[in-house]
Nanobody
Framework: QVQLVESGGGSVQAGGSLRLACAAS????????MGWFRQCPGKEREGVAV????????YYADSVKGRFTISLDTIKNTLYLQMNNLKPEDTAMYYC???????????????????WGQGTQVTVSA
């Protein structure tokens, strides 16, 4: 188990940028899988970007490729999501997720993860 705390959400106009951060518990090993998911009211939680093996492999949703970048600071045990060229359809609650297992069948599927943060809201206005 690991405690995850997100920060960095906010409101921005279309075309703007935000950087989300997810701080994992200081004295726990870095989970093998760490990633970002988002959810709009009434919709399923969807995978946005996931990193495995400390950056060995990354996965991105097609809708964010070329605009979002996931990164990990292993010293701070903190995961980041740099979001550029934001669009109104990126508006959602963003959650950090983590899992210590060494293989997930579908890393962009929310049901695979055992550890979740409380979420941070991102709102993009047109």
């Amino acid at each position: 188990q690991v405690q995850l705390v997100e920060s960095g959400g906010g409101s921005v106009q279309a075309g703007g940028s935000l950087r989300l951060a997810c701080a994992a518990s200081r004295y726990t090993p870095t989970p093998y899988y760490m990633g970002w998911f988002r959810q709009c009211p009434g919709k399923e939680r969807e995978g946005v970007a996931v990193m495995a093996g400390g950056g060995r492999t990354t996965y991105y949703a097609d809708s964010v490729k070329g605009r979002f970048t996931i990164s990990l600071d292993t010293i701070k045990n903190t995961l980041y999501l740099q979001m550029n060229n934001l669009k109104p359809e990126d508006t959602a609650m963003y959650y950090c997720a983590a899992d210590f297992r060494f293989w997930l069948e579908n890393p962009l599927k929310s049901g695979e993860y055992q550890n979740w943060g409380q979420g941070t809201q991102v709102t993009v206005s047109a």
